[in-house]
């Protein structure tokens, strides 16, 4: 006779190995899953029918052959639904363990509250499967959930904890492009993600989300890697299968010109009939999927608002003139979220060639500059210096660059920048000047023997600095208070980085010298304008908000963009009142030096002396 313990311990042991019921994604949300009104406009039973295109996305989860999903798409296509439904199915019927992965922790957790709770409250097939995280039970969690068979993570992309846990058969990344770079140091969140599931030979990885930026977009570079699925639909008119387009969508004008968002209609693009939202809903539900590249194991969906039967054509329509109106940035979200595309944009740049085009013939300080600044950028094999001069209405000019070579780490390099800075810089007027402050940055790898230079030499006003980490922020400061809070206890000093770049990046743009402008003399060469320009400015999603972030472009070198960043910082970190008055002071010093008048006790001479003149 069998041990019923054993004959136990065998059953739950082979039931690991029985295949799931034959049923499909879809048909399981169509027969067991039920919408809740706290997280559907359509509460009550789902119909997959309502939204034919989502059929093919969720099935493909039942395709042996498809490892992985790519889902790129608009808002307004029922995503997170599908998603939803996807692990529905597998908790009841394929239970396993799921990984669903958000942008932030915060967002896991609106989603498992707002979103899986209500599910699990309101299907009846997941009813009581799931405990409840208020069960005070450690294995049921907001963000942790177990079920017979499997467990459910719901984590952040910022949380390394998260995503290094437990090995995971089944994994959900939405809105990827909303993720940060690193989980913290542990790297790039999707390859963590997908890492845990390696272990298993059936395992699904499923990435979704509405594109950003395309040369920053995860989502995108997936779907260029899959075979690049389009919803094809029939014509009403001509039978004639197409995908729909936004340069079909047509906006009827009236006498004046004006549009009329509410008679918009979409045009085939065979027979040109006029196709109405009545018949978009017939179309859509006699629709297929159709590949248009290669598959080499991705399967890649798009689907955007016009097929959405919760949007009209008037409602895109409307809203595509109102993103218009507000210009860039709005138009950027638009595309992004109506038509599920990447913002395809250049970014603003500045042109290398302008700038070099546009150097002059000058070799000492001019006569309208007063107040010089420098910064150097330490390399692991060379020092780079550089001088800025500074007059009226903050108008700049570039003095002066140099290349220490050499290994930072020894002494003898330091020795040769000693000796460059204690050089007298030579003013037009035939005045000796003093550098009023060099910023020295001390963020690589040799941030001691940076300190050990600095220390002695803050009489000579230089000091090291360190960039803020606060990428994409505004309202940082270009400088921050010192502090003496470091190895070294030296003065060092924080810098607004990307403050830095908006100021440089905006005086760049200015073609009319006067104030802002920056001048380049002739001995800048074209290296030096290539670093400068080495960086565009893009809009990106940074944990969820959009904002301006500036990356290289092609690879770059920018060590001149730095340069030119902390020396500007240098200049703003003097507080100077106003430097029109120490321009005039220059004036008059050249005057009375060609007069014969000048004495040092004269007025002028000790005013200009005082702001660093020999």
């Not at 199915?89 to 989603?111: G, H």
């Not at 090995?167 to 790297?187: H, L, Q, T």
């Not at 729909?244 to 549009?259: A, M, R, S, V």
């Not at 770059?556 to 430097?579: F, Q």
Request: proline share 5%.
């Amino acid at each position: 006779m069998i041990n019923p313990v054993l004959y136990l311990i065998m059953l739950s042991v082979l039931s690991n190995f029985v295949p799931p019921p034959d049923m499909a994604v879809s048909e399981w949300a169509d027969n067991y899953r039920i919408l809740s009104p706290e997280d559907s406009a359509e509460p009550g039973q789902w119909f997959t029918s309502r939204a034919e295109y989502q059929r093919g996305i969720m099935d493909t989860i039942n395709d042996p052959g498809v490892e992985k999903i790519v889902f790129k798409k608009s808002a307004q296509v029922g995503a997170t639904q599908i998603f939803n439904n996807i692990i529905g199915y597998f908790v009841d019927l394929d239970p396993c363990p799921i990984l669903l992965v958000n942008p932030t922790r915060e967002m896991a957790q609106a989603w498992s509250k707002l979103r899986f709770a209500p599910m699990l409250r309101d299907t009846p097939a997941l009813k009581g499967k799931v405990k409840d995280a208020r069960s005070r039970d450690a294995e049921n969690t907001v963000l942790f959930k177990k079920f017979p068979g499997g467990h459910l993570s719901a984590v952040g992309a910022n949380s390394p904890a998260g995503l290094a846990m437990r090995p995971i058969r089944v994994v959900i990344c939405d809105e990827i492009d909303r993720y940060p770079a690193s989980a913290g140091s542990e790297g790039d969140p999707i390859f963590l993600a997908f890492k845990r599931s390696q272990t298993y030979w059936n395992r699904k990885l499923i990435l979704g989300s509405t594109p950003t930026q395309e040369d920053i977009s995860r989502i995108e570079k997936a779907w260029n890697e899959s075979d690049k699925r389009y919803y094809f639909v029939p014509c009403v008119h001509c039978g004639e299968f197409q995908k729909f387009e936004f340069k079909y969508l047509k906006i009827p004008q009236d006498e004046k010109g004006e549009y009329i968002t509410a008679d918009a209609y979409y045009e085939c693009s065979c027979c040109g009939e006029k196709i109405s939202d009545s018949d978009k809903i017939v179309m859509i539900k006699n629709g297929e999927w159709r590949a248009t590249a290669e598959f080499k194991g991705t399967a890649g969906f798009h689907i955007w608002e016009a097929y959405s039967p919760w949007s009209r054509f008037s409602d895109i329509a409307s809203s595509f003139l109102e993103a218009k109106r507000g210009g860039r940035e709005t138009l950027q979200v638009w595309i992004n979220t109506v038509l599920g595309e990447c913002w395809r944009d250049e970014g603003e740049k500045i042109e290398e060639d302008l700038l070099f085009l546009r150097r002059e013939n000058y070799t000492n300080v001019p006569m309208d500059a007063a107040v010089v600044v420098g910064a150097c950028d330490v390399q692991k094999d060379r020092i780079e210096t550089l001088q800025l001069a500074f007059g009226r209405d903050d108008e700049c000019w570039a003095i002066d660059f140099k290349i220490f070579e050499g290994d930072p780490g020894k002494y003898h390099v330091w020795e040769d920048l000693d000796k460059y800075l204690d050089m007298p810089i030579i003013h037009e007027s035939g005045a000796r000047l003093v550098m009023q402050r060099m910023f020295i940055d001390s963020g690589g790898l040799n941030t001691q023997d940076v300190y050990n230079f600095c220390r002695p030499r803050e009489h000579k006003r230089i000091f090291p600095i360190k960039g803020s980490s606060q990428t994409g922020m505004t309202g940082v400061p270009l400088v921050g208070r010192p502090s003496r809070r470091n190895k070294g206890e030296v003065k060092l000093f924080s810098i607004g980085t990307d403050t830095g770049k908006d100021l440089l990046f905006n005086r760049l743009k200015n073609e009319t010298p006067g104030p802002n402008y920056i001048h380049f003399n002739m001995q800048f060469d074209q290296e030096f304008f290539r670093q400068l320009t080495a960086e565009k400015r893009v809009p990106r999603y940074h944990k969820g908000v959009l904002r301006r972030e500036y990356v290289r472009i092609g690879g770059r070198k920018n060590e001149a963009t730095d340069l030119m960043v902390y020396a500007i910082a240098a200049y703003y970190s003097l507080k100077i009142k106003d430097i029109n008055k120490i321009v005039d002071q220059m004036y008059a010093y050249k005057r009375e030096k060609e007069d014969g008048t000048i004495t040092l006790q004269n007025k002028s001479a000790r005013q200009v002396r005082s702001k660093g003149i020999h």
